[in-house]
């Protein structure tokens, strides 16, 4: 069956969906359902990642709808990430194959390094020393970057890329790749607009997706007080004057600049409504609104690996 989600032309020739389900902090509860119910709103690009801890439930959901027909393989989209642990060369293939398990499919359609950081090889997802502190691996992506591409000579994944790269660090990969990334998937919010880095990339051929678009409200460390964009008068303001909601209006906000969305979402009305987003356009002023709340404002800054040679935030010009 046919989606009404418009699609961005990747640099590998493969088509994303514009908007598709993100599925981290997603419990895996009700994950399975949140699937299930994306794919018949007309969903067909579903975000995952193995350190999210519930591909298992995520493939049961798109397995359910495979199985009854409403949609066929090829219609999907399917995005995994490799996590730290598995930055060694001779770990990167046994990482996604396992990926491929838990989802219960043959390939997938888009393949990211989740960050640039490697941590120490091992069954903990956060490996830490008695004190508490990360620790790291030697391993230098660029090395990650070179399985990767053989992922794709191997038809494992059709697409690849990175995830919370810097300008540098993708500098530093282009001067390697046989296969450019595909995307780099970043924060990307009203408090947020990575303008330079999306500049950059899109000079290079490189997609921006956009993850925690509505700024993350249930990020598990938001304190009380913490500014909450969809909360933002002027953001509640255009979405009354749209008839809209303030989620549709950050949606929209990211689709106008031919950035690729993943709103997260277990719940039935907000997959529904996030969904609603393709029968109307913001002007330009409300854009320069929507961008007015730019400050900098990374919600996932990941200040307890400082100290990683490749944090992405630490010293990063952009």
């Not at 219960?104 to 640039?116: A, E, R, T």
């Not at 950059?200 to 249930?218: D, F, Q, V, W």
């Not at 549709?248 to 690729?260: D, G, V």
């Amino acid at each position: 069956m046919a989606s009404k989600v418009p699609t961005v032309k990747l640099n590998s020739g493969h088509h994303i969906p514009i908007l598709g389900l993100g599925t981290w902090n997603s419990a895996p509860g009700e994950v399975t359902a949140a699937v299930k119910t994306a794919i018949d709103v007309g969903y067909r690009h579903i975000d995952c990642a193995y350190v999210y801890e519930n591909e298992p439930e995520v493939g049961a959901g798109i397995e359910a709808k495979l199985k009854e027909g409403a949609v066929k393989r090829e219609d999907l989209f399917i995005t995994s990430k490799l996590w730290n642990t598995f930055h060694r060369p001779d770990l990167v293939r046994g990482a996604c194959e396992n990926t491929l398990n838990l989802l219960k499919v043959k390939y997938l359609d888009l393949y990211l390094i989740h960050w640039p950081m490697g941590f120490k090889e091992g069954c903990d997802l956060f490996p830490a020393d008695k004190d508490g502190k990360t620790l790291y691996s030697p391993v230098d992506y660029v090395d990650t970057w070179k399985e990767m591409e053989k992922l794709v000579e191997a038809g494992l994944v059709k697409s690849i890329g990175v995830s919370n790269f810097n300008k540098n660090q993708i500098e530093r990969v282009l001067a390697i790749a046989k296969i450019p990334p595909a995307t780099n998937q970043i924060e990307c919010h009203p408090y947020l607009t990575q303008k330079k880095l999306s500049e950059y990339c899109k000079s290079k051929n490189i997609a921006i997706t956009a993850y925690s678009p509505l700024g993350s409200p249930n990020r598990p460390w938001a304190k009380a007080g913490d500014p909450v964009i969809l909360e933002e008068e002027a953001i509640k303001k255009i979405a009354a004057n749209k008839k809209k909601t303030p989620g549709q209006i950050l949606i929209r906000y990211q689709i106008q600049r031919a950035n690729i969305v993943i709103p997260k979402s277990v719940t039935k009305e907000r997959i529904e409504s996030n969904f609603k987003v393709f029968d109307f356009e913001l002007t330009d002023q409300e854009i320069k609104t929507i961008e007015s709340f730019e400050c900098n404002g990374r919600l996932v800054p990941l200040l307890n690996h400082f100290g990683h040679p490749h944090h992405p935030f630490e010293k990063d010009e952009y």
